[in-house]
């Protein structure tokens, strides 16, 4: 298949308020091809919910366009929409409320399976079987009768998971998916989506605040880093992680507390100016960091909005300055 | 996976569990509360009193004179109405009217309710607006007052058409409520998820958001029965109901207006009337919040 | 001389389905200054352990047995001892708590000074100018701004600032001890990072000693001087926090470092811990961690193993296999568990 899978194309999401308008999502352009992983990470108020939402067809973009196989999914009716709502599925962050409290786990696969695969009675219970496994609970058998309430939350998660896959989708947006989950088996949790991805060709989009799951996870794919609706740098994670070429990047990995005493004490920082982010109601002129940024030059960084562009390494990164000097930001700062 | 696992349970899974498992789970769970286990067989006993005993008591219809507010024996042991009529048969005989009307009542306004309510939430826009208005104005006339003079005009002849009256009055509260609880409802994750995998609106309405209503739609239909009863004595006290003579309510406008007040051996034909429907009543309402925890299966095993 | 003992400390919740056995026999010391980490997960018993030092605990829990003594050179008694009154001094004065700050840590409808007014009144501070003074000092320490803080509703501040407040109000009768009860969880990375280095800080300056409860391997990493795993109820390990990391000696707590990535450095061989946290109700004979531990052997199932002293007299363990864990970490170099098996 030609061209990517999934894209947004230059979407914004505005909302009015009686404070005055928010963007949430400014001005972003994600092109996801097949099979592939992509992390989307940043802090609360980023935008990477709503972008995730909006990758799942499930919130409109205020402008710009979601394109499927490179039609526009809200140009689209009837059946054709429905097939591209079946094939782009959303897993959720919480475990206790992803799951209908009052049906079993058969109950709950069982109507997608009876709708789209016309599975019904001994069909439908080996397809669930066969589901269940696949997401590694067993035996499968014993899962079928019980409610949600008796499943510990990383197995509930495995449920929605396997829901996700009755209609055989081509993308899943995992929003947060194990930040509510066990430290212990978040891992597991990770692998099993990251099969998906190489043994099923389905994308898969892990949205989360924690760049060490972003890290694990997209180990062999991509990450985009959000601040303030933007996105500030995509880069595969390897380069992120070693040379981020942000300066808000270089800034969020040196503050990361790590589980490793030696590291996390003699960590360099990058202090910023400024501890509060700005409220999105009052978005600063310019590049949305310069205010707290270290490398900021005024005259430039508070006066034109960076755009993504790319560096020397097949990384993109929205800062005049990396961008102007050819090198990430991590270099700049002397953190490498 | 072991050969054990392959060859236990083969049922069809996607069936709901069958009605005598589910009985004895019901069973179970109430006779862990006392207050619903009692409300329980109260309800059972005045449903099998109402429905069941007719059959087996033979109706004592005959005036007899001289028998009129006789004192309570063992031939009579609530004493006899202003006819000469046993007052325990008359009970016996004079649930089943009154019960019928308010299951009928309460159906009837439930099912309003959950339509109505359904749709307006998850439509939303102008429907939504229209049916809400309707219901704050229902919600805001009062009811006994409107009861009685729609009763007075209407002149229902049949309970049938007393039940749909007393319907038309209750469903406001319901469907507010319901209501609320669908817009609550359509944001929960299992529901949008629902919607993802292009379930259908019947689908989500009926399967998932309908089951997490249970708790709220049987114990409305229980508390609406019981108002429906009450409503049913008021009017037929008031005499506003040209209906048969053998209910419970109709039983409190003869013994008022034939004066059972006055007399010392007629304190039964008062209280008996009074005491079944308040007994009834509170074995409803008893019920009604023991069901609470059959509906939270959480609770369960 | 430690400022808190606790010996043999067991706290039961009571449910319909019987006694859960939340916490099971903990003993540890903690000496002035120090900070002591007990890191776990859910059903760990953690929660139940912080909130039962100083008898916060739901009514439908109950401590079965043991003794928290407090020592602070001037004063010494058995926590469990205390008579309302006595407790109510204890608290906060000698010994304060910082909840997680959600919101539901706040009374939404009353200003933060409000707040602070009512905590200062509830614990004998009559004087509100003494405790206007002392709320300004503090809110001045965690670097916030007092006039824009005090005059604002809980719903009005980040969560960053929130939590910063709590840590505010917890010191306000310069206790001893301060326990603290997932201080990072669910704020994003740089406010983590800040309030982090507020918390060092703070016990620089003021020289308190720590207690943090958290399933966040990094925090105790960032500050910790002592640790304690918990797994079901009991401390499966008790270490210094660099022994703990480097070289753990129970499967759980090697588990749990394989299954933490990190950003920086080599990822390692990474793992998830298979299988779940047994029934606290019906607890299994012999070591609980049984199911899940690839060192198992027969004898674990006999009976519930002791602490035991591995490597250093700080350093114990409860397992017996605690020499194979060693066996198949090989080295004892300051590298983390994950690279270790890679």
């Given amino acids: 298949m030609s061209g990517p899978l999934i894209e947004l194309d230059s979407v914004s999401r505005t909302y009015t308020t009686p404070a005055g308008t928010i963007k949430a999502v400014d001005d972003v352009s994600l092109s996801l091809g097949e099979s592939e992983t992509i992390c989307i990470v940043g802090e609360s108020g980023c935008g990477k919910t709503t972008t995730g939402r909006m990758l799942a067809g499930l919130l409109r973009p205020s402008s710009g366009r979601l394109l499927f196989e490179g039609a526009d999914v809200w140009e689209k009716k009837g059946k054709d929409l429905a097939r591209f709502r079946r094939a782009v599925q959303l897993v959720h962050q919480d475990p206790y409320a992803s799951l209908n409290p009052t049906r079993t786990i058969a109950q709950t696969l069982a109507p997608p399976l009876a709708k789209h695969k016309k599975a019904h009675g001994r069909a439908a219970r080996a397809a669930m079987i066969s589901l269940l496994e696949r997401v590694g609970l067993t035996p499968p058998a014993d899962f079928l009768l019980k409610y949600p309430h008796q499943l510990s939350g990383g197995q509930r998660q495995r449920v929605s998971i396997a829901r996700a896959l009755t209609v055989d989708p081509r993308v899943i947006v995992a929003d947060e998916a194990v930040s509510m989950v066990d430290v212990s088996i978040r891992i597991s949790l990770l692998d099993l989506l990251h099969n998906l ?25 991509r990450v985009a880093v959000m601040y303030l609706g933007r996105v500030v740098e995509l880069a595969d994670t390897e380069s992120l992680v070693s040379d981020p070429a942000h300066p808000y990047s270089t800034a969020l990995i040196a503050a990361i507390p790590e589980a490793d005493p030696t590291i996390t004490r003699t960590k360099k920082r990058v202090p910023l100016k400024g501890a509060e ?42 800062c005049h300055v990396a961008l102007r000097e050819r090198q990430p930001a991590a270099e700049l700062l002397g953190v490498r | 996976m072991t050969a054990a696992a392959t060859t236990v349970d083969r049922r069809d899974v996607t069936r709901l569990p069958g009605p005598v498992a589910s009985i004895f789970e019901f069973l179970r769970t109430m006779s862990r509360k006392p207050v619903g286990f009692i409300g329980l067989i109260g309800v059972v006993f005045f449903l099998f009193l109402a429905y069941v005993a007719p059959f087996l008591v033979p109706l004592q219809d005959q005036v007899d004179v001289a028998s009129i507010y006789a004192k309570p024996s063992f031939l009579h042991p609530l004493g006899t109405d202003f006819q000469g009529r046993d007052v325990v048969n008359q009970i016996v005989y004079g649930g089943g009217d009154i019960i019928t009307t308010a299951i009928l009542a309460a159906l009837f306004s439930t099912l309003i309710a959950i339509t109505f309510g359904s749709i307006a939430a ?115 006290f008031l005499g506003l109901v040209p209906l048969s003579g053998r209910n419970w309510a109709i039983m409190l406008y003869f013994a008022y207006n034939q004066g059972a007040l006055f007399f010392k051996d007629s304190f039964f034909y008062l209280m008996g009337p009074i005491m079944a429907i308040a007994l009834f009543q509170l074995s409803l309402v008893w019920l009604a919040s023991g069901l609470e925890d059959v509906f939270n299966p959480r609770l369960r095993s | 001389m430690p400022v808190l003992s606790v010996r043999d400390l067991s706290i039961d919740y009571r449910t319909r389905r019987g006694p859960v056995h939340a916490v099971r026999d903990v003993t540890f010391d903690l000496e002035q200054g120090e900070t002591l980490a007990v890191i776990g997960e859910s059903g760990s018993g953690k929660t139940t352990l912080a909130v039962g030092l100083i008898r916060l605990s739901p009514r439908s829990a109950r401590v079965t047995k043991g003794e928290i003594r407090y020592d602070d050179g001037k004063r010494a008694f058995d926590v469990l001892s205390l008579d309302p009154e006595r407790l109510r001094r204890f608290r906060w004065a000698d010994c304060a708590m910082v909840f997680q700050a959600a919101l539901s840590a706040f009374n939404p409808v009353i200003t933060i000074w409000e707040q602070f007014l009512d905590t200062g009144r509830a614990h004998g501070m009559g004087d509100k100018h003494k405790v206007h003074d002392r709320t300004r000092e503090l809110l001045d320490l965690v670097h916030l701004d007092p006039t824009r803080v005090l005059r604002a509703y809980p719903h009005e501040l980040s969560g960053g600032m929130r939590q910063r407040v709590l840590i505010a109000m917890a010191l306000l009768l310069d206790p001893r001890i301060i326990i603290l009860d997932e201080p990072t969880t669910a704020l994003d990375i740089l406010t983590q990072r800040a309030i982090i280095d507020l918390l060092r800080e703070l016990r620089g300056k003021l020289g308190f000693a720590t207690i943090f409860i958290s399933h966040d391997l990094s925090i105790a990493a960032e500050l910790a001087d002592r640790m304690l795993t918990m797994y079901a109820g009991r401390i499966v390990e008790r270490a210094t926090v660099d022994d703990l990391f480097y070289r753990p000696r129970h499967p759980y707590s090697v588990g749990l470092m394989r299954a933490v990535p990190r950003v920086s450095g080599a990822l390692g061989s990474v793992a998830s811990i298979p299988g779940s946290p047994p029934d606290l109700i019906r607890l299994p004979r012999g070591c609980s961690y049984y199911p899940r531990c690839p060192f198992h052997v027969d004898e674990c199932l006999q009976q519930d193993p002791p602490l035991l002293k591995v490597d250093t007299p700080e350093h114990e363990a409860a397992c017996i296999r605690w020499e194979a864990v060693a066996a198949a970490l090989g080295s004892d170099a300051e590298a983390p568990v994950a690279e270790k098996l890679a």
């Fill in chain 1, 277 to 318: 982010v700005p409220s999105l109601l009052n978005l600063p002129p310019g590049c949305v960091f310069h205010p707290r940024c270290p490398l900021s030059e005024p005259g430039l960084c508070d006066v034109v909005v960076p755009i993504l562009g790319n560096l020397p390494g097949g990384r993109s990164v929205a």
């Fill in chain 2, 122 to 236: 998850t439509l939303g826009g102008r429907i939504d607006a229209l049916i809400l208005a309707i219901t704050d104005v229902a919600l805001t006339i009062p009811q006994l007052i409107l009861l009685i003079v729609i009763a007075a005009i209407f002149r229902p002849t049949s309970f049938f058409a007393l039940a749909v009256i007393l319907a038309l009055l209750q469903w406001p509260a319901l469907l507010r409520q319901i209501r609320a609880q669908v817009l609550s409802l359509k944001e929960r994750d299992f529901v949008e998820a629902a919607r993802s995998l292009d379930l259908g609106l019947m689908h989500i309405i009926f399967r998932e958001m309908l089951p997490n209503m249970r708790s709220y739609i049987v114990i409305h239909f229980i508390i609406a029965m019981t108002l429906a009863i009450y409503a049913q004595a008021a009017i037929m």
């Fill in chain 1, 197 to 221: 991805a190489t043994e099923f060709h389905v994308t898969t989009v892990l949205i989360t605040h924690d760049l060490a799951v972003a890290r694990y996870f997209g180990r062999k794919g």
